[in-house]
């Protein structure tokens, strides 16, 4: 037994001079760094969403450091550091890589990309703050793309910044009603097996028919799905007026690529908000033209347009999940500088607890495209626009705000 | 430090995913479907504790044992098949269990809050731990017990003769066979002792990551838990673990700085491994070096030469 | 709408029928490679969509006409094999096939990280084998592309089967297949041959591949894992070694896959799917078509 735990010794000597790689905060003399974490998925299919949120928060860092920085507590002049780390779309990584980050100088994480990632994450968190019997921990979070509705009512310690679906495809099957009054059914498609979309087309059935659109039929499949014929088959049966496909890029142009091949050509085709991106275009731009998506951003306005320039040079694409962390960078500024932040290594605890006080005390934030009210149970209520599948690009079909 | 010991939990979660396909093949069964008997534990005991309060001891205890049993079950039909065909029929098990979770709908309410799982949407809230007041340092000291515990009796199993039984099995069936080993009952216990070993570590992998659903238990799952003894080697408990620390420690943590290269390197590095070593990181050879660096006063012969 | 069901379970048949067209094209590699040469190679479904990828990316959008994009698929596929073979089988000594095994999931986790990394995880268009294929005969409807996509199967079925049983290098294989020592007694150059057969079911494996990206119409890294699994149930129901039992295997599972979504929904489709798995492995282990032999 004895040569046992000399191996067991040796393997935890071993652990022990791994997993190392730890980010050290040089000390600048006239500016503090204010440490800011980004993690999301550099890996699989979301990988794009990865790279676009690291883009759009370096993006803004920079554009607020070259305005001066941020205004900290003690009246020094603060400016943005970003790291971002990969999670991989797993959702152990994703608790790993928070730790790491927790163990860092970080006041603050933004991410993950990935739904699920965000369901274990929130609940490793402390749930209710001052809870001194929850060991959860005690870290603030915001997310910038994981959309799944009602994640940041897990615990105090997380905040959302992403797209109220609910509000947006209440208003786009109203515009639709005074846009297109001959309308009268409507069909749905939806990925049966990814949580998003699941509940998203629960949204989009419900709103439909608080309209006055009858649903005459639904179908269903599975996220990474090959051959929709029955589907389209029964699609092509109904003959409805509407088809509204609540999935992601890959199964949404296979249906609608058996859609052309079955000659089924509904009078209006409603998409999923994570489908307003460059990959639907890219995959079936042919096959999605007149395809309306309601999204949570569009370059409709000069900030938004100068927003996209400086995220697309940084390497991502601009689209509402970047967008989204770009919005996220300036709504801690203004945190920080609301809190008194001071951003030194003897204060990060007070710092982080300051952080999240001040999330929570948000009523609104700054949006790219307009105000953005925030709620008790800390999501956001985004502006929109409708955007429209034309010739391989998404144009602005209907601006709301406007 | 937190994160540290973070990483070491899941090793320690990892490490009984690895065991349980190390006692399944080490009676030369390649088996898939140890990640359905670890989705299993992992649903039984999150189920037991966030929907009928249970502790956490009782809860992992249930997983294991159910997990056993339908190991147990499987095992048999398991016999009828080998090599290849062993590694569809696990695989199609394991996706079987998934597809079980992914239809699961079963939620109560506990206070304010609907918990259970909800097919796709998954299980969340199983915070035992957290609500317990278990801090980091004691969920550490939990899973490592158990991890110690199991790789103890799996050790003490390898010296004896159910050890030697196990081996002359994998080896060889027919010579085993000849020798009055039945070989199905020993097929079968080794099935069963996995899938007790992954059902509790299922079991604390769903109190680990506090919400579980059934994608994280599909093929990639499996992949890694025969992953972690083919590349420890099969000469020894040891083996697994050190694959284990490999494997989590150092591709996935470790190599974090080299940032988008990590992951082209993780599949690269396990092909160069293998070729490197084809009997694995810890195989008979390495153990036996390391075991006269530890034990210094045995003096080897050597059996041609006589020579020291 | 009962006036339709039987109308809708012939259609359902029929679609997945034509569609188990591509699972087939998949199956005849693995076939060949588990059922022939006995080595377990989990990256091959990875490899042949590695290879439509490859087609795609070498070209870098220019306008060429498709049939030369499937070409340079199957070339990529046999190049890809030929990296597999090296990187996984050639230094690994025969008597290690867990070795062998864990190498090809390396190797596969390695394709999917190069596709992703290549294309940051987006879904490429790909090239249909026909561009107006849908056929509308009465009630029902077919589609061309995917009758293409059979007769390319059988077509491939009959290259191989006159490569395995009319060739040197067939006779070669099989040898080496059944008795490896023995045929190099004979002269046979094991490692050659083995190199050989590794390319031509890479070349396979890349106009599987390009199949497949044409009968979705989009490749994405998700269709490596689905894929892998399909093709070891295929690979197991026609029979490890008999590729005409890798195309009706292929067609079977189509077949068997769409209806019983037709009649239970998506959720449990796969399930039955298992179960049709399960029912060949407890009556008929050796398949449609295998031989009937208990060893692996």
Not at chain 1, 36 to 55: D, K, L, N, P, Y
Not at chain 1, 206 to 235: C, H, I, K, P
Request: hydrophobic share 50%; aromatic share 10%; proline share 3%.
């Amino acid at each position: 037994m004895r040569r046992f735990f000399t191996c067991m010794l040796s393997a935890a000597a071993l652990t022990a001079g791994l997993g190392l790689g730890f980010q050290c905060a040089p000390a600048k003399a006239e500016d503090r760094p204010v440490q800011v974490a980004g993690f999301g998925a550099m890996s699989g299919v979301v990988r794009v969403f990865g790279i676009g949120s690291e883009a759009a928060m370096k993006a803004a860092a920079e554009k607020i450091n070259a305005a001066g920085g941020i205004k900290l507590g003690d009246g020094t002049t603060g400016k943005f550091e970003i790291t971002y780390y990969d999670d991989r779309c797993n959702a152990e990584e994703g608790i790993n890589v928070v730790r790491r980050i927790a163990a860092t100088d970080a006041i603050i994480a933004v991410g993950p990309t990935c739904s699920n990632v965000a369901e274990s994450l929130f609940g490793i968190l402390q749930k209710k703050v001052g809870d001194s019997s929850d060991s959860g921990l005690q870290f603030p979070i915001i997310a910038d793309v994981a959309a799944k509705g009602g994640l940041a009512s897990i615990s105090e310690w997380a905040f959302r910044n992403v797209p109220n679906e609910a509000e947006m495809y209440k208003a786009l099957f109203e515009w639709v009603k005074k846009e297109y009054p001959d309308l009268k059914t409507f069909y749905g498609g939806f990925e049966k097996d990814f949580a998003h979309s699941n509940a998203t087309y629960g949204v989009m059935k419900r709103e439909a028919e608080a309209n006055g659109y009858q649903l005459v039929g639904e179908s269903e499949w599975l996220l990474n799905d090959t051959t929709f014929s029955n589907q389209v088959r029964d699609m092509r049966r109904a003959n409805a007026d509407i088809v509204a496909v609540s999935a992601h890029p890959f199964t949404t142009c296979g249906v609608l690529r058996e859609m052309s091949r079955q000659g089924v050509k509904p009078k209006l085709l409603i998409g999923l908000t994570s489908s307003s991106s460059i990959e639907t275009v890219k995959g079936c731009g042919q096959q999605a033209e007149g395809l309306i998506i309601p999204t949570g951003f569009a370059p409709v306005n000069p900030e938004a347009i100068e927003a996209a320039e400086a995220i697309v040079a940084k390497g991502g694409n601009a689209d509402l999940h970047s967008a989204a962390a770009y919005e996220i960078m300036f709504i801690l500024k203004d945190v920080i500088e609301q809190q008194g932040i001071i951003g030194k290594p003897e204060t990060l605890e007070e710092d982080r607890k300051k952080m999240r006080e001040g999330l929570a005390a948000l009523k609104e934030t700054k949006g790219l495209l307009g105000p953005v009210a925030r709620t008790p149970d800390r999501e956001a209520v985004k502006p929109f626009v409708f955007v429209q599948a034309k010739n391989n690009n998404w144009e602005v079909r209907h601006n709301p705000g406007s | 430090m937190d994160f540290y010991y973070g990483l070491i939990q899941i090793i320690g979660i990892h490490t009984l995913l690895g065991l349980s396909a190390y006692c399944v093949l080490l009676t030369g069964q390649v088996s898939l479907a140890q990640a359905g008997f670890f989705a299993i534990g992992a649903y039984a005991a999150g189920m037991l504790t966030a929907m009928a309060g249970w502790s956490i001891i009782p809860a992992l205890a249930v997983g294991g044992l159910l997990s056993g049993a339908i190991a147990c079950a499987v095992g048999f039909p398991a016999l009828r098949v080998k090599g290849l065909m062993l590694v569809v029929a696990t695989t199609a098990f394991g996706e079987a269990v998934r597809l079980f979770f992914f239809n699961l709908n079963y939620k109560i309410n506990r206070g304010e809050l609907l918990v259970g799982p909800s097919g796709a949407e998954g299980f969340r809230q199983i915070r035992y731990f957290q609500e317990n007041g278990w801090s980091i340092t004691d969920v550490l000291l939990f899973i490592w017990a158990i991890v110690v515990v199991v790789m103890a009796l799996l050790w003490w199993m390898d010296r004896s003769r159910a050890g030697a039984v196990l081996r002359a099995v994998g080896e060889d069936e027919l010579a085993a066979q000849s020798s009055g080993i039945n070989i199905t009952a020993v097929k079968v216990i080794a099935m069963t002792v996995g899938g007790v070993i992954a059902g509790v570590g299922g079991g604390l992998y769903a109190h680990y990551t506090t919400h579980i659903e059934h994608v994280q238990f599909g093929v990639v799952l499996a992949t890694f838990a025969i992953a972690y003894p083919i590349l420890g080697g099969l000469s020894s408990v040891f083996g697994t673990l050190a694959a284990v620390i490999f494997i989590q420690g150092f591709l996935i943590e470790g190599l974090r700085f080299l940032g988008d290269w990590r992951n082209l390197l993780f599949g690269a590095l396990i092909v160069l491994v293998m070729n490197v070593r084809p009997r694995g990181l810890f195989d008979a050879r390495t153990a036996r070096m390391l075991r006269r660096l530890f034990v210094r006063q045995e003096e080897k012969r050597d059996a041609r030469t006589g020579v020291a | 709408m009962d006036q339709y069901f039987l109308i809708d379970s012939i259609q359902s048949i029929a679609d997945g029928l034509l569609f188990g067209a591509t699972y087939a094209m998949i199956g005849l590699g693995f076939t060949l490679i588990f059922g022939v040469m006995h080595k377990i190679n989990l990256s091959y479904a990875a490899a042949s969509i590695g290879g439509a990828y490859a087609s795609l990316l070498i070209l870098q959008g220019a306008a060429v006409p498709t049939p030369l994009i499937f070409l340079l698929a199957a070339l990529s596929g046999g190049v890809i094999g030929l990296i597999v073979y090296f990187a996984c089988f050639h230094f690994i000594p025969l008597a290690n096939p867990l070795a062998t095994l864990m190498s090809t999931v390396g190797m596969l986790l390695l394709i999917d990280e190069v596709i992703v990394h290549a294309t940051d995880g987006m879904p490429l268009s790909y090239p249909p084998v026909l561009e107006d294929g849908s056929i509308f005969i009465g009630p029902f409807y077919f589609r061309g592309d995917l009758i293409v996509v059979f007769l390319l199967g059988c077509l491939c079925m009959l290259g191989l089967l006159w490569l395995l049983y009319r060739t040197r290098l067939g006779l070669a294989t099989r040898a080496v297949a059944q008795q490896a020592v023995a045929a190099q007694l004979c002269g046979i150059r094991v490692t050659n041959v083995n190199a050989q057969v590794f390319v031509i079911t890479g070349l396979l494996g890349g106009i599987a591949g390009a199949m497949i990206g044409a009968a979705v119409g989009v490749l994405s890294p998700l269709l490596a894992l689905p894929l892998t699994v399909k093709g070891l149930i295929v690979t197991v129901i026609g029979g490890l070694g008999s590729i005409p039992g890798a195309i009706v295997a292929g067609l079977v599972v189509g077949g068997f896959e769409n209806f019983f979504q037709f009649l239970r929904g998506v959720t449990e489709r796969d399930l039955y799917v298992m179960l049709l798995l399960f029912a060949f492995l407890v009556f008929r282990p050796s398949g449609l078509f295998g031989s009937v032999q208990m060893r692996d």
